[in-house]
């Protein structure tokens, strides 16, 4: 197994938009390389349309890079081995308003490889481990928001992935929520497993990660790593303003 | 091998399940209920035709109602699943492509077979309490809109892949549907004419799939061997065109 | 070379369905100059065609002509009721007088009968009951054989092994020479037949009865009343078998055959 989880280098991604008369092109990551160490959390922080959500969807196979090369594991991203390790919860995650969240939970297992006894366990571990216990017998549709994230995260966890690509986990959560998934996240670290987390919440990434990647305009403008933060007058976030400005 | 197969399962049955939880299905099966019941009005104006035309309404408006859901669901689905992200959970899992669509289109044709089904049932059992047996050929004329929907709704999934919008995948597939009807007229002028029009109508018989190859109802229950070769070729030529377009995409 | 793996393939499946298609199918139906189709319903025919309805259609168009032509016209004293002697005036060169019941039974209205009927074979050329019910109108109740027989010579070219369709052009011939057991003779296979439409046992149950065979027509009589759900006809046949029963029970008493 590859020491790092995640290796870019030389990654160009390039959108193209077609318009009336030709089409428009927009570069939303360009000559990006870095390593995500396995085992370690990882934050990635930026201002919107910086690129983080393309970085993630690069890891996790649902875009295909221009130019460089990614890896998961030391595997292709879109190949089944590298899937078979990540688990991904994209941003404001949509389940069927009618069904309960042991059915969704049983489908996306399915479709992780997970069968029989196995996935009843794998199910009944998720939901416990995301505080859903409690709603099981509920539709999708009764959901507050802090449960439609928990539930996004439990179908990630499902297969218990060594690699958690998570797009913004606590956006829109209450304070207790945040809190909660905070405490899971770190509980999922202290296993040994890899987490890649976005975020426009910078007290969140100085909470949970050991290192961030700051990315501005598509390029990695800066690496900064808990020591250094911490030690740096105002903070994580007198780092970024800077990064950014 | 299992395991793939075991996907494809996975994902039909969930669209199936889907399908069936959805209200537009319900809509449709009310629907069908009255429309059935509105041709006995026109049974009764058939008199000692009653059974023909029951027979007749039922098997074409349950044919038609089929296809409104089949069309509706499958220029939609692919669509609907990119925009809510639900894609994003199934691609970032080790899923093939292949299996995705397959199960998708599996689930689908069951569905209309489910569709069919349930209203033939409904049909026989109007015939039944206006005194009339099972019509000649039933289950063959319900089979072979059975196949013609496969060829339909795997053609509007391709379609579904590039065009721009639910609207246009449905309004494409619909023009389809009816030209595939007219293959023997279309034949005929081809026959009669000469130079560039024969030769666009010739690449049109070629192009457009013969729907009536499955139209047992008007045929008096023939279906060729042929028809049914013909419909796995299609159904696989669309299958095989939707792959290439879901293999390249980003989502 | 394997980025174009799957579309070469989807193209070669696609056309080998095609090929298949191209090389087994022949269409039964009449081709699109065969259609005469009036101003008034060539959406209806482009509907049936566009969504494989023929069948459907053909059933639409053959109510119109149900419509258009209207129920049987029964009478209900014999005296009333239309002779044989209709296509005896017919073979005398068409002596019009102001018996001639060819008028009573619309022989010289319902001017489209005949393209009606025969549109509603060129949507559905396999509806048989259509065929015998226009030819069988045109023939014995509106007196105009020639135009029956121009009709059904239409159904046979797509059903020429269509026996009913030889049985009634027999029926005509042999009115046009007077013979009514002989009409009656051709058309009793018919009977039975559920492509038999109620107008030809009708007019088979007539023909009987003039001939004096009341028992055949007290046969057809019964079977228009058990198997018939045209009121008209119905309620003509319970009248008709009142009155055989009379007729037979008063021969029955006499001694005399029947």
Redesign the interface.
């Known amino acids: 197994m590859s020491q790092h989880a995640v290796s870019f280098s030389g990654v160009e991604k390039t959108y193209r938009r077609p318009r009336l008369l030709g089409a428009a092109y927009h570069t939303a990551v360009k000559d990006l390389s870095f390593e995500i160490p396995a085992g370690e959390v990882t934050g990635l922080l930026g201002l919107n349309g910086a690129g983080k959500t393309t970085i993630m969807k690069l890891i996790c196979g649902l875009l295909f890079p221009d130019a460089g090369r990614v890896k998961v594991f030391g595997h292709a991203p879109s190949g089944s081995e590298a899937k078979a390790k990540v688990g991904f919860l994209p941003e404001l995650p949509y389940f069927p308003p009618q069904v309960r969240p042991t059915q969704a939970l049983e489908y996306y297992g399915r479709l992780s490889g997970l069968s029989g006894a196995a996935l009843d366990a794998a199910v009944e571990a998720a939901m416990r481990k995301t505080g859903l216990e409690p709603h099981a017998g509920k539709r999708v549709s009764e959901f507050s928001k802090g449960m439609l994230q928990r539930l996004g995260l439990a179908q990630a966890l499902l297969h218990s992935p060594d690699l958690l690509i998570l797009d913004e986990p606590v956006s829109g959560l209450d304070p207790l929520a945040i809190h909660d998934i905070r405490q899971l996240l770190a509980a999922i670290s202290a296993e040994g497993r890899t987490i890649f987390l976005s975020s426009h919440s910078i007290s969140e990434v100085e909470k949970l990660c050991g290192r961030v990647f700051i990315m501005v305009r598509g390029r990695l403008e800066r690496t900064v790593r808990k020591a250094e933060w911490e030690a740096a007058p105002g903070g994580l976030e007198a780092i970024f303003v800077e990064a950014v400005r | 091998m299992k ?1 793939v197969l ?2 494809v399962w ?2 039909s049955a ?1 669209a199936f399940a ?1 399908n069936v ?1 959805n209200r537009f299905f319900t809509i449709f099966a009310v629907f069908a209920f009255a429309a059935i019941y509105a041709s006995v009005l ?1 049974g009764v ?6 059974a ?2 029951l027979a ?2 039922g098997l ?1 408006l349950m044919e ?1 109602t089929a296809l409104a859901y089949a069309l509706f669901n499958a220029s939609s689905v692919l669509l609907r699943e990119a925009e ?3 894609i ?9 492509r292949w299996a995705y669509l397959a199960g998708k289109l599996a689930g689908s044709l069951l569905t209309s077979a489910l569709m069919l089904a349930v209203m033939g049932l409904m049909h026989l059992l109007l015939l039944k309490l206006r005194g009339f047996g099972v019509p000649p050929a039933y289950a063959w004329a319900l089979f072979g809109s059975l196949l ?1 929907l496969a060829v339909i709704t795997s053609f509007a999934y391709f379609v579904s892949l590039f065009s721009t919008s639910a609207v246009s995948t449905l309004v494409i597939s619909g023009i389809f549907w ?1 030209a595939g ?5 279309t ?3 081809a026959e009669q004419s000469a130079g560039a029009k024969s030769l666009a109508l010739n690449a049109a ?3 457009i ?5 499955f ?1 047992a ?4 229950g023939f279906i ?1 061997p ?2 049914f ?6 159904t ?6 939707a ?2 377009l879901v ?1 390249r995409k ?2 | 070379m394997q980025r174009l793996a799957l579309p070469v393939a989807a193209l070669l499946a696609w056309g080998s369905g095609s090929a298949l298609s191209v090389s087994g199918y022949r269409s039964v139906f009449p081709p699109p100059s065969e259609i005469r189709t009036p101003v008034a319903g060539a959406a209806s025919d482009m509907l049936a065609l566009a969504l494989g309805t023929r069948r459907l259609f053909a059933d639409v168009w053959f109510i119109r002509l149900l419509q258009y032509y209207g129920s049987g016209v029964f009478y209900a004293q014999e005296e009333e009721a239309p002779s044989f002697e209709w296509l005896e005036s017919k073979a005398d060169g068409g002596h019009h007088d102001h018996h001639d019941h060819r008028i009573l039974n619309g022989g010289g209205k319902y001017p489209r009968f005949l393209a009606m009927s025969r549109h509603v074979l060129e949507i559905d050329p396999y509806f048989t009951v259509a065929a015998l019910y226009g030819a069988g109108s045109l023939a014995f109740n509106m007196g105009r054989p020639e135009e029956a027989q121009e009709l059904l010579h239409y159904a046979l070219k797509y059903s020429p092994r269509e026996w009913k369709y030889l049985n009634v052009l027999a029926a005509i011939g042999y009115s046009k020479a007077n013979d009514p057991a002989a009409v009656a003779a051709s058309i009793a296979p018919l009977l039975k037949d559920p492509d038999c439409p109620v107008m030809l046992k009708q007019q088979a149950a007539f023909l009987n009865k003039k001939i004096g065979n009341y028992a055949a027509a007290a046969a057809i009589y019964a079977d228009i009343y058990t198997t018939s759900r045209d009121t008209a006809y119905v309620r003509n046949a319970e009248r008709e078998l009142q009155k055989l029963a009379k007729t037979l029970s008063a021969g029955a008493r006499s001694g005399k055959p029947r």
Do not use: C
């Not at chain 2, 104006?45 to 009653?50: C, F, L, N, T």
């Not at chain 2, 109802?217 to 008096?220: C, L, P, T």
């Open positions: 395991k075991s996907l996975t994902v969930n889907e939880r026109a104006m058939a008199v000692d035709q009653e023909r035309v007749d309404f074409t038609l809510t992200k639900t994003y959970l199934v691609f970032s899992r080790p899923v093939p013609k009816t009807h007219f293959a023997a007229e034949r005929f002028l018989i070629w192009l799939p013969n729907l009536q190859l139209n109802r008007d045929a008096a060729s042929a028809a070769l013909s419909a796995a070729a299609w696989a030529g669309s299958y095989l065109g792959l290439w293999s980003e989502f």
